[in-house]
């Protein structure tokens, strides 16, 4: 009995349930087909990656499916090559005449570099034939003079002068090394004095938001009091 209702449920089920409706090939089909735009893209960015093959099926989709004659697909994409070609070339120009821009600006400080230069270089020689180095250097400024001694006696191709025995020449290049030590020196102490006092106007700016925070954090606490 109970095998004869169990039957009869699942006919009735059965009977109840519905038939699956059909897919709509057609409509699936118009959604899967690409649209113009998304071919014009994927033929003016990829081209140069497609096989010959895919170009071809390509073109051939173009003229079927959005009436485009043999001869009008093919001005078409000779069209889209020629405005490539355009802006690669404008492209092309532009790193140019960027290339050249940047050259002539490095030139220009190029120039004016060795204009400074020349121009300390003299300075220092003439310092150097007027004043003898003193008998007594700070250590930080010996350091570099050091340095700048190796460094010239480098360029010139001369042995480091012997303080034994030292001749005039010798007596000039330690001279000259001092000056330019000292210069270097000089220029270090400006940089450090002007970037301490960056440093103290950014400190004073801080300073002056957190007083500014401060100030806006107790006029709503006192706000709040009021309001209770």
């Known amino acids: 009995m109970g095998k004869d209702n169990a039957a009869d449920d699942t006919k009735s089920r059965i009977t109840i349930m519905k038939p699956k409706a059909e897919p709509c090939n057609l409509r699936i089909h118009e959604l899967a087909k690409p649209r113009t735009i998304l071919l014009l893209c994927l033929w003016y960015q990829y081209r140069h990656f497609l096989t010959p093959e895919k170009c071809r099926k390509?073109?051939?989709?173009?003229?079927?499916?959005?009436?485009?004659?043999?001869?009008?697909?093919?001005?078409?994409?000779?069209?889209?090559?020629d405005k490539i070609e355009k802006i690669a070339?404008?492209?092309?120009?532009?790193?140019l005449s960027r290339k050249r821009w940047k050259k002539k600006v490095d030139q220009?400080?190029?120039?004016?570099?060795?204009?400074?230069?020349?121009a300390f270089l003299e300075k220092?020689?003439?310092?150097?034939?007027?004043?003898?180095?003193?008998?007594?250097?700070p250590s930080r400024l010996k350091n570099?003079?050091?340095?700048?001694?190796?460094?010239?006696?480098?360029?010139?191709k001369m042995d480091i002068p012997n303080e034994e025995c030292m001749t005039k020449e010798g007596e000039?290049?330690?001279?000259?090394?001092?000056?330019?030590a000292a210069v270097i020196e000089n220029t270090s102490y400006e940089v450090n004095a002007q970037k301490n006092l960056e440093l103290?106007?950014?400190?004073?700016?801080?300073n002056i938001l957190k007083e500014e925070e401060a100030n806006k954090g107790d006029k709503e606490q006192v706000v709040k009091v009021t309001n209770f």
């Open 58 to 81: 390509l073109k051939q989709t173009l003229q079927e499916d959005y009436s485009m004659s043999p001869e009008d697909a093919e001005r078409y994409f000779q069209e889209i090559n």
């Open 89 to 95: 070339e404008r492209r092309k120009q532009k790193i």
């Open 108 to 118: 220009c400080e190029r120039k004016r570099g060795y204009r400074f230069f020349r």
């Open 124 to 137: 220092a020689l003439r310092l150097s034939y007027q004043n003898p180095v003193p008998p007594l250097i």
């Open 144 to 156: 570099v003079m050091d340095i700048v001694l190796e460094q010239l006696c480098d360029l010139l």
């Open 172 to 180: 000039f290049i330690v001279s000259l090394a001092y000056n330019i």
């Open 200 to 206: 103290e106007e950014i400190e004073k700016q801080e």
